[in-house]
């Protein structure tokens, strides 16, 4: 009965290679979004979808790529991962009109 | 626009002391405010909310106070417990579409025995 999930919970992989997360909700949510924590703590939103149409796009570079193949799902697919790329990376879900938002366990990334 | 700012950390209580995690704001419109906890190895969840000028959000012993005339959400528990150190997120949201969060740097909090 988990409300929203991620997989895998850790992924390690070597420079240069291409990985994808996965992010699903059973809440019934009709936004989600992709955040990134570093190792301070500091968290920054990435990407939000809203119905399947992108809806925040914040700098981070065109390597990532977000994918909605429906309302329940968002995954994130990086190509050419570098060492910066390594950070603990949480998914979120929202109902529109209420703006409290759900939050994944996380993706624990290491890029060695 | 809109940003949050709070309080650096860490911060090492014992258990059992009155704990303030302060916060102010900066937004536009009429936001929503949160507080989020993180514990260690886990996701953020929602601690506590307010939507509105002078509510106030309370869960688990935490309090906070939506002050528009400050700017503020500061957090407050009376009486820590080992079980509530943590990573604590004040968060603003503004809603409508896409609903963008603007999350603080988060203050580690840990309460020693």
């Known amino acids: 009965d988990t409300a929203v999930s991620q997989t895998p919970k850790y992924l390690v992989t070597q420079m240069g290679n291409d990985k994808s997360i996965k992010c699903e909700q059973n809440l019934g949510h009709d936004t989600m979004y992709w955040y990134k924590q570093d190792s301070k703590k500091f968290l920054k939103i990435m990407f939000s979808?809203?119905?399947?149409?992108?809806?925040i796009n914040e700098t981070v570079p065109n390597r990532f790529s977000p994918k909605s193949p429906d309302k329940a799902h968002l995954n994130l697919h990086i190509n050419s991962l570098e060492l910066g790329d390594s950070a603990v990376y949480f998914c979120?879900?929202?109902?529109?009109?209420?703006?409290?938002?759900?939050f994944g366990p996380g993706t624990r990334l290491t890029v060695t | 626009g809109n940003s949050v700012t709070q309080m650096e950390g860490p911060v090492t209580l014992s258990e059992e002391a009155f704990l303030t995690i302060n916060c102010t704001y900066t937004a536009t419109g009429y936001p929503s405010l949160f507080w989020y906890v993180q514990y260690p190895g886990e996701g953020l969840q929602l601690l506590l909310k307010a939507t509105k000028a002078d509510d106030k959000g309370s869960n688990k012993g935490f309090e906070a106070t939506y002050r528009k005339e400050t700017t503020s959400f500061h957090l407050e528990k009376g009486s820590v417990q080992v079980s509530d150190s943590a990573v604590y997120f004040c968060a603003l949201s503004e809603g409508g579409g896409g609903n963008q969060f603007y999350f603080g740097t988060g203050t580690s909090l840990t309460v020693i025995p």
């Open positions: 979120a879900s929202s109902r529109t009109g209420n703006s409290e938002q759900y």
């Open positions: 979808y809203n119905n399947k149409e992108l809806i």
